[in-house]
């Protein structure tokens, strides 16, 4: 089976030729979404329901929702520091303590 193309003639010279066809292509960027998932420990002073999963949007949120001194609140901030770009979704559980 013979490979056609449209911009490339049969010619014999020892050479690289390629073509691009944009026909099959995609069109355009493709983004890749990514989501983290963080899961921890809330404080009582946290208004987070436990067992669900719920999309955080900033250190400050997570300060209120899982209480200032949890282990999620941390976790989370260090979080922010490194990456703002990704998705974040976070499950809360209580602290036995």
């Known amino acids: 089976m013979a490979i056609e193309f449209d911009e490339i003639f049969n ?3 020892p050479f690289v030729q390629a073509e691009l066809s944009k026909a099959v292509s ?6 890749q979404e990514y989501t983290a998932l963080i899961f921890g420990q809330k404080t ?6 436990t067992g669900q999963v719920l999309d ?4 400050e949120e997570a300060n209120v929702k899982f209480g200032k001194t949890s282990m999620l609140a941390h976790a989370i901030g ?6 703002k770009s990704v998705k974040l979704k976070v499950i809360a559980l209580d602290d036995e303590a």
Do not use: E
């Not at 009582?44 to 329901?49: F, I, K, Q, Y």
């Open 56 to 59: 955080i949007f900033s250190p």
């Open 44 to 49: 009582t002073t946290g208004t987070a329901p």
């Open 26 to 31: 995609l069109t355009g960027t493709v983004k």
């Open 78 to 83: 260090r979080y922010y520091d490194i990456n």
């Open 11 to 13: 010619m014999d010279i």
